[in-house]
C-alpha cells in the first residue's frame, strides 16, 4: 500500500488483526496492534474482541479471558457482544464451567445473554463436538416469547447445514414442548424444509416424519414433505415418498 502512496488507516490495521485472530495467530495480530500504537492509532472493541477470539482459536483461554482487564485498563468496558466472543471461545473448547463464568461475569456488569446468545452457543457446542452441553443452554432460554420461534428456525437452518440434524431434531421438540403452537408448527415446517433441501436420504425423512407423528410433534408430515420436494422440482423424491 506504502508504495503506491496509500497509508494503512484504522480499518485496515482493524482487517489484518481479524484475519491474523481468526486463524490463531496471536503473533502476527501482536505485531498489527504494535503498529496501531505506534502510529497513535485508537485501539476500539473489535480489536479486542479479535484478539479474544485469536487467543481462543489458539488454544490459550487463560489469555483470551485476560483480554477483558486488559480493555479496562484501556478505558473499554467490555460489552456483550465481547462476552459472547469469549464465552463462544470457552463453549468451542467444551468448558461449560468457562461459559458459565463468563455469563455470571457479564450479569455481574448489568449486562446478559439473551436468547438469542444461547442459540449462537449451542451452535458453536455442536460445532466443536460438545452437544453433552446443550441441554444447559436450552434450560436458559424462554422459548414461550414471540421473538424464541424464528430465531430457532434459523439456527435449525444452520445446524442442517453443518450436518447437526440431531440437534436440529431436539431443538424442533423443544420448541414445540415449551413454545407455542404456532412456534413449534413454524420450526417444525422450517426442519422438514431443510432436510429436503440438503437432500438427506428417503429412508431417514421417513424416519422423522413418523417419529415426530408419534411424540405428537407434527401430524401428516410426510405430505408436507411431498408437497416441499415438489415446491422444489424434485419430483424423483416426491415419486419415492408419494
Not at 66 to 72: C, E, F, P, T
Not at 190 to 201: A, D, K, M, N, S
Request: aromatic share 6%; net charge negative; hydrophobic share 40%.
Amino acid at each position: 500500500m506504502r508504495k503506491h502512496g496509500a497509508a494503512p488507516d484504522k480499518e485496515t490495521y482493524q482487517c489484518l488483526i481479524s484475519r491474523h485472530c481468526q486463524e490463531g495467530n496471536i503473533e502476527g495480530a501482536s505485531k498489527v496492534l504494535q503498529m496501531m500504537k505506534n502510529q497513535g492509532i485508537k485501539i476500539n472493541e473489535n480489536v479486542f474482541n479479535s484478539l479474544i477470539l485469536g487467543h481462543g482459536e489458539a488454544g490459550d483461554m487463560a489469555r483470551s479471558h485476560g483480554m477483558l482487564k486488559v480493555m479496562k485498563q484501556w478505558g473499554l468496558p467490555p460489552s456483550q457482544e465481547t462476552y459472547l466472543t469469549l464465552a463462544c471461545g470457552y463453549a468451542k473448547a467444551g468448558d461449560w464451567q468457562g461459559v458459565e463464568k463468563v455469563m455470571s461475569e457479564c450479569g455481574s456488569q448489568g449486562l446478559g445473554f439473551d436468547d438469542g446468545d444461547y442459540l449462537e452457543l449451542m451452535f458453536v457446542m455442536s460445532e466443536g463436538g460438545h452437544k453433552e452441553h446443550i441441554a444447559k443452554l436450552l434450560a436458559l432460554t424462554h422459548p414461550e416469547t414471540e421473538a424464541f420461534s424464528s430465531m430457532a428456525s434459523h439456527l435449525v437452518v444452520r445446524l442442517v447445514n453443518s450436518g447437526h440434524d440431531d440437534v436440529a431434531y431436539n431443538l424442533v421438540q423443544y420448541t414445540v414442548d415449551q413454545s407455542t403452537e404456532e412456534g413449534g408448527r413454524m420450526v417444525s415446517e422450517e426442519f422438514l424444509q431443510q432436510i429436503v433441501r440438503v437432500g438427506r436420504p428417503v429412508t431417514k425423512l421417513l424416519w422423522i416424519v413418523h417419529d415426530m407423528a408419534e411424540k405428537k410433534l407434527l401430524m401428516g408430515g410426510l405430505d408436507k414433505l411431498v408437497d416441499i420436494a415438489l415446491k422444489h422440482k424434485n419430483f424423483a423424491l416426491s415419486y419415492k415418498l408419494a
